[in-house]
């Protein structure tokens, strides 16, 4: 595509396909057979400077910019989706929350670590009982003197067991309604790693229960105004779902590339497949909707580095269209190759399992069409 990225974006994305096809693309199959969780790569990534992408080099980011992010979010999504949401996650979830909502003392002490991969973080909101209806969560804070005590099991938190940091979000107050966010360590007492999942796709990232039993911590451990909690979350999710609609064109650009490669090298009717009219189609519609989701991709990852206050309909409709995109263009993947497309041997079995969770995480699709039509309506 011809968008146009400055020398610094080229090369920041150029650095990511190399890496990830270098290191990541060879192991990632395996890390997906064994559902074990790459951190050695998530790790490489720090240190290479893409998880801190939007972290200014005063608190030891990269300072990249969002667009060098989504490009580099696209590349790395590509050889492995596992090991991407990691980086989605650090990047657009938990550095930019600190960076928009945390104290001075905060962004100093947790920035310059989460940046270089020391630390990992997570973001957990989620509960059994409350996922697209994050206000009827139940984990709680009550304070007491000078700290807070949280109480309450979060679930499928991506990086929870890897975490070094957790950002979290609870609520308290007399009616329950004082929603606020903590950011915890690992080592805090009362505070624990509950069941890991075992997932259909992105096998090579962590999701776990997180366990908050009398976890104390201090006040100022609290993450931006105490009672803003849900504001913090919705906020940082409209920067998050750039992150996961670039995961869903990565992905979809694989399942692109692997089927125009098998369409050449597969030879029925005495001729390759790439010949027959209604394969061609299929890998035309295939491309030009990886470009179209490709497009409103940069747009509106360069709304948010341009500085754009809220973005909240654009990144609803991205994340929709890219999600969505990406499951019809890795349905026809699979199609193109036929009955070896559902075997382990070939990729594209892997990122039509892997697609699936675009559509689902940081707000379902009915959510982002929700979101986009109170915007809409002005409601
Ligand atoms: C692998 C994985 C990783 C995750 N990582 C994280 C993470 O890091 N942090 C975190 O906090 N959460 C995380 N989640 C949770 C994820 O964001 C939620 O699963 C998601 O928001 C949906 O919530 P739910 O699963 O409870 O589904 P529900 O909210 O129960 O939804 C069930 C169905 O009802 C529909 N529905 C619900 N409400 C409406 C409505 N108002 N209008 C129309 N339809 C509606 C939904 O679209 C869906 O189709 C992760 C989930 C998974 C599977």
């Not at 938190?157 to 966010?181: E, H, K, L, Q, Y």
């Not at 009219?277 to 409103?296: I, R």
């Amino acid at each position: 595509m011809d968008f146009q990225f400055n020398e610094e974006q080229r090369m920041a994305i150029e650095g990511a396909r190399r890496f990830s096809q270098e290191k990541l693309a060879p192991a990632a199959a395996e890390f997906d057979e064994k559902a074990e969780v790459n951190l050695k790569g998530l790790k490489e990534l720090g240190r290479l400077g893409y998880l801190g992408m939007t972290v200014p080099e005063d608190y030891g980011g990269s300072a990249m910019g969002a667009v060098a992010y989504a490009g580099s979010m696209v590349e790395v999504s590509k050889a492995d989706a596992g090991v991407a949401v990691g980086m989605s996650v650090q990047n657009s979830l938990v550095n930019d929350a600190i960076l928009h909502f945390g104290t001075e003392a905060q962004k100093t002490e947790f920035l310059p670590k989460l940046s270089s991969g020391e630390w990992i973080g997570c973001f957990s909101l989620t509960e059994a009982g409350a996922g697209s209806d994050p206000a009827s969560m139940r984990t709680t804070a009550a304070r007491d003197g000078q700290s807070f005590v949280l109480n309450g099991t979060k679930n499928f938190t991506t990086n929870g067991g890897i975490a070094d940091v957790i950002i979290v979000f609870t609520r308290g107050g007399p009616d329950g309604r004082n929603n606020s966010t903590f950011l915890v360590k690992k080592e805090t007492p009362g505070f624990s790693v509950g069941k890991h999942e075992h997932k259909m796709g992105i096998r090579s990232s962590s999701t776990t229960e997180l366990v908050f039993q009398d976890c104390r911590v201090p006040a100022s451990a609290l993450l931006g105004e105490e009672g803003k909690g849900l504001k913090i979350a919705l906020t940082t999710l409209d920067g998050g779902r750039i992150g996961i609609a670039a995961q869903a064109v990565g992905i979809a650009e694989a399942a692109l590339d692997e089927s125009v490669r098998y369409a050449k090298e597969r030879i029925q009717f005495g001729k390759p497949i790439a010949e027959l009219e209604g394969v061609q189609f299929m890998l035309a519609d295939m491309a030009t909707e990886v470009e179209l989701a490709k497009t409103m991709l940069f747009r509106v990852a360069w709304m948010k580095e341009s500085g754009h206050k809220r973005f909240t309909k654009e990144a609803a409709m991205l994340k929709l269209f890219a999600s969505e995109m990406s499951h019809r263009v890795c349905h026809k993947a699979v199609q193109v190759h036929g009955g070896y497309g559902y075997m382990k041997e070939y990729k594209v079995e892997r990122l039509y399992r892997d697609q699936r969770i675009t559509e689902i995480y940081e707000g379902t699709s009915e959510i982002q069409r929700y979101v986009i039509a109170r915007t809409l309506l002005g409601a």
